[in-house]
């Protein structure tokens, strides 16, 4: 019997008498694998939890650790390293010290994607063929490593599950490595399967409204290519439309069905009757109540009644809506009808309107046409008494790519509105209304943002006299120029301030948040409204404020020094609904 092996016996023995003591223990290994290591070792996890082993179980401990060393640097693309560990006794206590040499570490030498089914056949493919070969992650002369060759897999599964192949699969899989060389040999066989195409939606759970809401807000025609996108813009449509809570939106990938997948709609209904209530405050139009009815299946059609009734300290309304499901085409037709009563800065306005409204969303763009009847009571002081009525024509264009998010940090929101009145169509004057409003969002660092906004209005007549105020324009306000009182920026006269032709209003407001919900802000806008382009004269306002992302929605505050009235001024705003 070998002397040393009589030695490692007769130590173990000596051992195995003494009672358990802590255990200590060293890893010797470059620093970018050390971490991995005292993460993962057997032994270094004993002796992080505080244990006491007794010597059996620090012998098991550390052969147990150097073969799972071993694992561990073969994930990394070491596959011939050299693991020494020297266990002694230092007092009464274990010490357990590892000197550990990665050794070469293997790279990708090759990789070769073999593609089966339609991907193979088809030769329109020969794009998506490249795609997927261009984003296949590990590339000749990466190091091989375990992470990276299981995502690299997974990655090029993922643009052909989005587009037209949902069933594609990894038949096989191989890395072959060549220890002498230290390369790694990839190999994997991709069958795409069958190209997928659309049948017509299988639904369920539609028990109070029409089967017809939800096929026509189908983004996708049967016979169209699969794409996972439509299925998550069909979903959303349905979940936005007002009479889902819920919506689930999926296809079973079963190559036999490729002709004509159906689509499997499965939602959960909204009640046909709603009552809300909603309490705000803003330092534009002051304390805000509100209440709202709507039932969103009359006469059995889904069809959508909405009654609102809303009370400010500077302004009050009442409206009512009937609004229909949107049709195949995409489109959503509306007819309603509001009364108004405003007393803003000294102007104070009654008017009724009737509207007929035809909507539709279009991705990130929304378009609306419509054609409004308003009759108005303007009065300022003794200065001003008249009555206004107008038929005008209108189109809206909106454009949003900032998401849902209450602070949006990258995107824009921009909205182009257009419409006009004939004097020989009951309205009393002939009037062209343009307007525009522009906001840019652009991250700023990983917890700011800038947002930058500009807006313009114009109104082409001969006289302001008899078009209603809501088609002319004032300045000044929460969302205008902060540091002057709400729509106080106009034509001046003796009993207030009256609305005008033309409107230039921007703003730069820079972000931060501190975390998830605070967030502070410095700004500067400027702007004015005027009967004249040469009249003009933009007003400034500088100041700051705190931002907080509440439950129910966006808290601002901000404090604004005017600098044409040298004043500060403070704008909040704060909105909660039942």
């Not at 522009?438 to 991250?443: D, E, G, L, N």
Request: aromatic letters at 8%; glycine letters at 10%; hydrophobic letters at 40%.
């Amino acid at each position: 019997m070998p002397a040393r092996f009589c030695k490692t016996v007769l130590f173990l023995a000596a051992l195995a008498a003494m009672p358990a003591h802590a255990l200590t223990v060293e890893v010797q290994a470059p620093d970018e694998l050390k971490a991995l290591l005292t993460q993962h070792l057997e032994t270094v996890r004993a002796a992080r939890s505080g244990e006491k082993p007794d010597a059996e179980e620090v012998a098991r401990l550390q052969r147990q650790s150097e073969l799972t060393a071993h694992d561990l640097l073969a994930t990394e693309g070491y596959f011939s390293p050299q693991v020494e560990s020297t266990l002694e006794q230092v007092g009464d206590d274990w010490r357990l010290d590892y000197r550990i040499d990665p050794g070469p570490r293997t790279t990708v030498r090759s990789v070769a994607l073999v593609f089966e089914g339609a991907l193979k056949t088809r030769a329109d493919t020969a794009g998506l063929r490249g795609r997927v070969e261009r984003g296949f992650s590990l590339r000749q002369g990466m190091p091989f490593r375990q992470a990276d060759w299981s995502a690299a897999k997974l990655g090029v599964l993922r643009p052909l599950l989005a587009s037209t192949y949902p069933a594609a699969r990894l038949v096989t899989s191989e890395a072959r490595i060549d220890p002498a060389t230290r390369a790694a040999d990839l190999t994997l066989t991709i069958d795409s399967g069958p190209a997928f195409f659309y049948g017509e939606p299988v639904v369920s759970g539609a028990r109070r409204y029409p089967e017809t809401i939800i096929r026509n807000l189908n983004p996708v025609k049967p016979g169209k290519p699969f794409r996972q996108q439509d299925l998550l813009d069909y979903q959303l449509a349905l979940e936005a439309s007002g009479y889902y809570t819920h919506a689930t939106v999926h296809i079973e990938p079963d190559p036999a069905l490729a002709a004509a997948v159906p689509v499997l709609v499965d939602v959960v209904e909204r009640p046909e009757k709603r009552f809300s209530v909603g309490v705000g405050v803003s330092t534009d139009t002051g304390a805000r109540l509100q209440t709202g009815w709507l039932m969103r299946n009359i006469a059995d059609r889904g069809l959508r009644l909405k009654l609102d009734a809303r009370i400010e300290t500077t302004q009050q309304s009442g409206a009512a809506e009937l609004a229909w499901p949107r049709t195949s085409s995409g489109y959503e037709n509306s007819l309603g009808a509001q009364l108004k009563h405003e007393d803003i800065k000294g102007q104070k306005t009654r008017s009724t309107l009737a509207v007929a409204k035809r909507s539709r969303t279009r991705g990130q763009i929304e378009t609306t046409l419509s054609l409004q009847y308003q009759t108005e009571q303007q009065s300022i002081g003794d200065v001003l008494n008249a009555r206004n009525q107008a038929l005008t024509a209108n189109y809206a264009w909106t454009q949003r790519t900032v998401g849902h998010a209450f602070y949006p940090r990258r995107g824009h929101v921009l909205t182009l509105q257009g419409g006009g009145a004939a004097a020989a169509l009951l309205s009393d004057t002939n009037f062209i209304r343009l307007y525009a409003r522009h906001t840019q969002y652009f991250p700023a660092g990983p917890h700011g943002r800038l947002i930058l906004r500009g807006e313009f209005g114009s109104v082409l007549a001969d006289t302001r006299d008899g078009i209603p105020t809501d088609f002319l324009f004032r300045a000044g306000g929460d969302n205008s120029v902060r540091g002057y009182a709400y729509q106080s920026l106009g034509h001046a006269l003796a009993g207030g301030v009256e609305s005008v032709r033309y409107l230039a209003t921007g703003s730069a407001e820079y972000n931060y948040f501190f975390n998830s919900d605070w967030g502070m802000a410095l700004f500067v806008d400027g702007g004015d409204a005027a009967d004249v382009p040469g009249r003009l004269s933009p007003v400034f306002g500088y100041g700051f404020g705190a931002r907080y992302r509440s439950p129910v929605g966006p808290v601002n505050l901000d404090l604004a020094y005017g600098e044409a009235t040298r004043q500060f001024r403070l704008h909040f705003s704060l909105g909660v609904s039942f």
